[in-house]
C-alpha cells in the first residue's frame, strides 16, 4: 500500500530560524514528490516538485531535497517568517497513474 | 487565469440529510479531484476524473457519496444520507495533466473548499 509519512507532527520556531519537515514514502512505482502549503481556511499550493532524478529544488526561502534511494524527502525553510505557519503536505504521485498520495501535514507555527 | 471554484464555502446539515458541493475547474484542465480533508489531517482522495471518466474512485463510500463530472468539466458531489463522521472540508482540484500525461506537469490547483459542519 502506498503510504507517505511526515514528522513532526507540530513545530513552534521563533521568527527568523531556520527549520527542516520530514517525508517518508512508499509509493511504488515513484513519479513525482511536491511540498504543498497550505494556509488556514485555504487549499493547498504547490511550492516545489521533483523528479526521481533530482536530489535539490529551491523556491525563494524553501529547499527540497529527495533522496529516491532511502525514499525520503526534507523541506528547509531559511531564515521563517510569520507568513510561513501553515501546514506543509508531501504528496508523491505514482507513476503511471499519477495518483497522489498525501501526507498528514506538518503543522508549522513561527512565532514573533 | 482564474483558479478553480467551489460553492457553498460553509455547510451545516444534520445527520441523515443531504448534500450537495460543487466544483468548477480551471478552464481546459482535464483532470479534477475531491478531496475529503479532516481537522488535523492531510487531504484524502475521494475520487479522480480524467475528462469525464472516473480513474480512481477507491477510498469514495459508494454507499452514500457519489460524483459526477458532466460534459468534462464542472463535478457534482453528493452525500446522501450525511453521518457526523462526515464532517470535514471537502477540497476539489484540477490538473492540466492525468493519467497518460506528463506527471511532471501533474500540479494540482486547490480550491478553497467548503466546510461542511453535520449535527
Known amino acids: 500500500k502506498n503510504q507517505v509519512e511526515q514528522s513532526p507532527q507540530s513545530l513552534i520556531i521563533l521568527e527568523g530560524k531556520n527549520c527542516t519537515l520530514q517525508?517518508?514514502?512508499?509509493?511504488?512505482?515513484?513519479?513525482?514528490l511536491r511540498w504543498y502549503k497550505q494556509d488556514t481556511g485555504r487549499g493547498p499550493v504547490s511550492l516545489t516538485i521533483m523528479t526521481f532524478s533530482e536530489n535539490t529544488k529551491s523556491n525563494g526561502r524553501y529547499t527540497a531535497t529527495l533522496d529516491a534511494d532511502t525514499k525520503q524527502s526534507s523541506l528547509h525553510i531559511t531564515a521563517s517568517q510569520l507568513s510561513d505557519s501553515a501546514s506543509y503536505i508531501c504528496v508523491v504521485s505514482a507513476g503511471g497513474s499519477y495518483i497522489p498520495t498525501f501526507g498528514r501535514g506538518t503543522s508549522l507555527i513561527v512565532h514573533p | 487565469e482564474a483558479g478553480v471554484a467551489q460553492s457553498p464555502r460553509y455547510k451545516i446539515i444534520e445527520k441523515r440529510q443531504s448534500v450537495a458541493f460543487w466544483c468548477n475547474p480551471i478552464s481546459g484542465h482535464a483532470t479534477l479531484y475531491w478531496y475529503q480533508q479532516i481537522l488535523g489531517q492531510g487531504p484524502k482522495l475521494l475520487i479522480q476524473f480524467q475528462n469525464n471518466g472516473v480513474v480512481d474512485d477507491s477510498q469514495l463510500p459508494k454507499d452514500r457519496f457519489s460524483a459526477e463530472r458532466l460534459k468534462g468539466v464542472d463535478s457534482t458531489l453528493k452525500i446522501q444520507p450525511a453521518k457526523l463522521e462526515d464532517s470535514a472540508v471537502y477540497l476539489c482540484a484540477s490538473s492540466l495533466y492525468g493519467q497518460g500525461g506528463l506527471g511532471y506537469n501533474n500540479e494540482q490547483f486547490f480550491g478553497p473548499g467548503t466546510r461542511l459542519t453535520v449535527l
Open positions: 517525508c517518508n514514502y512508499t509509493v511504488s512505482p515513484f513519479s513525482n
